[in-house]
Nanobody, 115 residues
Framework: QVQLVESGGGSVQPGGSLRLSCAASGSIFNIYVMGWYRQAPGKQRELVAAISKGGSTHYADSVKGRFTISRDNAKNTVYLQMNSLKPEDTAVYYC?????????WGQGTQVTVSS
Protein backbone atom coordinates (compact mmCIF):
# COMPACT_ATOMS: atom_id res chain seq x y z
CA GLN A 1 0.00 0.00 0.00
CA VAL A 2 1.35 3.39 -1.02
CA GLN A 3 1.79 5.74 1.90
CA LEU A 4 3.36 9.19 2.16
CA VAL A 5 2.99 11.05 5.45
CA GLU A 6 4.43 14.55 5.68
CA SER A 7 4.97 16.41 8.97
CA GLY A 8 6.95 19.21 10.56
CA GLY A 9 5.37 22.30 9.06
CA GLY A 10 4.39 25.37 11.02
CA SER A 11 4.47 29.14 11.20
CA VAL A 12 7.79 30.96 11.48
CA GLN A 13 9.14 34.44 11.03
CA PRO A 14 11.38 35.33 8.09
CA GLY A 15 14.86 34.02 8.70
CA GLY A 16 13.57 31.10 10.75
CA SER A 17 14.04 27.37 10.23
CA LEU A 18 11.89 24.27 9.98
CA ARG A 19 12.59 20.60 9.40
CA LEU A 20 10.08 18.60 7.42
CA SER A 21 9.79 14.82 7.48
CA CYS A 22 8.13 12.39 5.10
CA ALA A 23 7.58 8.76 6.01
CA ALA A 24 7.16 6.63 2.91
CA SER A 25 6.13 3.04 2.47
CA GLY A 26 9.10 0.79 1.87
CA SER A 27 8.00 -0.29 -1.58
CA ILE A 28 8.40 3.28 -2.75
CA PHE A 29 11.42 4.32 -0.79
CA ASN A 30 13.67 1.49 -1.80
CA ILE A 31 13.16 2.00 -5.50
CA TYR A 32 12.69 5.64 -6.22
CA VAL A 33 14.28 9.03 -6.09
CA MET A 34 12.45 10.99 -3.38
CA GLY A 35 11.67 14.66 -3.52
CA TRP A 36 9.89 17.57 -1.89
CA TYR A 37 7.35 19.60 -3.83
CA ARG A 38 5.46 22.69 -2.74
CA GLN A 39 2.32 24.45 -3.85
CA ALA A 40 1.57 28.04 -2.94
CA PRO A 41 -1.95 29.48 -3.24
CA GLY A 42 -2.82 30.16 -6.86
CA LYS A 43 0.41 28.61 -8.15
CA GLN A 44 1.38 25.32 -9.71
CA ARG A 45 3.07 22.65 -7.66
CA GLU A 46 6.85 22.81 -8.07
CA LEU A 47 9.75 20.52 -7.26
CA VAL A 48 11.93 22.01 -4.53
CA ALA A 49 14.54 19.32 -3.89
CA ALA A 50 15.26 15.70 -4.75
CA ILE A 51 17.58 12.98 -3.53
CA SER A 52 18.53 9.65 -5.06
CA LYS A 53 18.81 6.44 -3.13
CA GLY A 54 22.58 6.93 -3.19
CA GLY A 55 22.37 10.48 -1.88
CA SER A 56 22.81 12.63 -4.98
CA THR A 57 20.81 15.84 -4.60
CA HIS A 58 19.11 18.43 -6.76
CA TYR A 59 17.66 21.79 -5.71
CA ALA A 60 15.53 24.43 -7.31
CA ASP A 61 17.45 27.67 -7.77
CA SER A 62 15.10 29.46 -5.39
CA VAL A 63 16.16 27.31 -2.41
CA LYS A 64 19.82 26.54 -3.15
CA GLY A 65 22.02 27.30 -0.17
CA ARG A 66 19.02 27.49 2.20
CA PHE A 67 17.38 24.06 2.03
CA THR A 68 18.99 20.66 2.53
CA ILE A 69 17.35 17.37 1.60
CA SER A 70 18.43 14.12 3.21
CA ARG A 71 17.11 10.60 3.62
CA ASP A 72 17.36 7.80 6.13
CA ASN A 73 17.02 4.59 4.13
CA ALA A 74 16.68 2.50 7.29
CA LYS A 75 13.65 4.53 8.39
CA ASN A 76 12.13 5.06 4.92
CA THR A 77 12.11 8.76 5.70
CA VAL A 78 13.16 11.82 3.74
CA TYR A 79 13.81 15.18 5.39
CA LEU A 80 13.93 18.78 4.28
CA GLN A 81 15.89 21.18 6.48
CA MET A 82 14.78 24.70 5.63
CA ASN A 83 16.86 27.64 6.86
CA SER A 84 16.69 31.37 6.20
CA LEU A 85 13.03 31.04 5.33
CA LYS A 86 11.39 33.76 3.28
CA PRO A 87 7.72 34.74 2.90
CA GLU A 88 7.79 33.33 -0.62
CA ASP A 89 8.51 29.89 0.84
CA THR A 90 4.96 29.84 2.20
CA ALA A 91 3.21 26.82 0.71
CA VAL A 92 1.95 23.33 1.36
CA TYR A 93 4.89 20.95 1.10
CA TYR A 94 4.54 17.40 -0.21
CA CYS A 95 6.90 14.52 -0.80
CA UNK A 96 6.69 12.30 -3.86
CA UNK A 97 8.86 10.60 -6.48
CA UNK A 98 10.42 12.91 -9.04
CA UNK A 99 10.83 13.32 -11.93
CA UNK A 100 7.42 11.72 -12.54
CA UNK A 101 5.40 11.89 -9.33
CA UNK A 102 2.90 9.22 -8.46
CA UNK A 103 -0.79 9.93 -8.82
CA UNK A 104 -1.10 9.46 -5.06
CA TRP A 105 -0.23 12.48 -2.90
CA GLY A 106 -0.14 12.68 0.88
CA GLN A 107 -1.92 15.38 2.86
CA GLY A 108 1.09 17.68 2.82
CA THR A 109 2.31 19.96 5.58
CA GLN A 110 1.69 23.71 5.69
CA VAL A 111 4.64 26.09 5.98
CA THR A 112 3.85 29.73 6.66
CA VAL A 113 6.57 32.37 6.79
CA SER A 114 5.31 35.70 8.02
CA SER A 115 6.26 38.50 10.36
Amino acid sequence: QVQLVESGGGSVQPGGSLRLSCAASGSIFNIYVMGWYRQAPGKQRELVAAISKGGSTHYADSVKGRFTISRDNAKNTVYLQMNSLKPEDTAVYYCNTPPVPMAYWGQGTQVTVSS
